[in-house]
T-cell receptor, first 117, second 113 residues
C-alpha cells in the first residue's frame, strides 16, 4: 500500500516564525502535492512537484515555498507565518503513469493542523 | 477548464437510510472521476474511481457511484448507511492537461440514530 507520512499531526507556531512541513512517500511516485483545507473552501492547491527539484505553483502559492531535493520528500515552507495561514495542510502523491494520460489518482497523508498565534 | 460542483454542503440522514451525495462535473474531454472520504482529523481516503471502464463503480464500505455522461454527473450512493459513515466526502475530476485533480468543496454527511 502507498504510504504518505507527514512530519507532524499538530503544530503551533508564532507569527513571523519560519515553518517547515515535511512529507514523505514510499511508493516512488513522481508527483507530489501540497494543499490547504479550510471549512467551506474545500482543498486548495498550494504547490506541486512532478520531479526532483521541479515545482509548479498551484492556486494559492503566496506566502509559501517548497523544496524537493529527493524524490520521496516534499517540503512546504512558510517563510514568515501569519495568522491567516492557520489551516489543515495535506500532502499527496501520485504516479505519473505512461502514455498520453494517467489516472492522476492521489494518495494522501494524514494532514498537519497548523495553528499560528 | 474543468470544474466540480457538489450539491449540498451538508446532508443529514437517519441510520439505515439511503445515502445520496451529488456531484456534477464539467470537462471538455472524457474525465476520470473520484470520490474521497475524510474522517475527522484525518487525510483523504479513496472510496472509488471511474476510469472509463464500467459506468457503475463499486467502492469500499458499500459505496457505489454511477457515471452518467448525458447528465455530467457522478453521484455517490449507499443503500443503507451506518453511523460510521459520518464524514466529509469530496468529488474530484482529473485534468488530463496536467497532473492535478480538481476537487469539489465537499459534502459533510451526518448520520443520526
Amino acid at each position: 500500500d502507498v504510504k504518505v507520512t507527514q512530519s507532524s499531526r499538530y503544530l503551533v507556531k508564532r507569527t513571523g516564525e519560519k515553518v517547515f512541513l515535511e512529507c514523505v512517500q514510499d511508493m516512488d511516485h513522481e508527483n507530489m502535492f501540497w494543499y490547504r483545507q479550510d471549512p467551506g473552501l474545500g482543498l486548495r492547491l498550494i504547490y506541486f512537484s512532478y520531479d526532483v527539484k521541479m515545482k509548479e505553483k498551484g492556486d494559492i502559492p503566496e506566502g509559501y515555498s517548497v523544496s524537493r531535493e529527493k524524490k520521496e520528500r516534499f517540503s512546504l515552507i512558510l517563510e514568515s507565518a501569519s495568522t491567516n495561514q492557520t489551516s489543515m495542510y495535506l500532502c499527496a502523491s501520485s504516479f505519473r503513469g505512461r502514455g498520453s494520460r494517467s489516472y492522476n489518482e492521489q494518495f494522501f497523508g494524514p494532514g498537519t493542523r497548523l495553528t499560528v498565534l | 477548464a474543468q470544474s466540480v460542483t457538489q450539491l449540498g454542503s451538508h446532508v443529514s440522514v437517519s441510520e439505515g437510510a439511503l445515502v445520496l451525495l451529488r456531484c456534477n462535473y464539467s470537462s471538455s474531454v472524457p474525465p476520470y472521476l473520484f470520490w474521497y472520504v475524510q474522517y475527522p482529523n484525518q487525510g483523504l481516503q479513496l472510496l472509488l474511481k471511474y476510469t472509463s471502464a464500467a459506468t457503475l463503480v463499486k467502492g469500499i464500505n458499500g459505496f457505489e457511484a454511477e457515471f452518467k455522461k448525458s447528465e455530467t454527473s457522478f453521484h455517490l450512493t449507499k443503500p443503507s448507511d451506518h453511523m460510521s459513515d459520518a464524514a466529509e466526502y469530496f468529488c474530484a475530476v482529473s485534468d488530463p492537461r496536467s497532473t492535478a485533480l480538481i476537487f469539489g468543496k465537499g459534502t459533510t454527511l451526518s448520520v443520526s440514530s
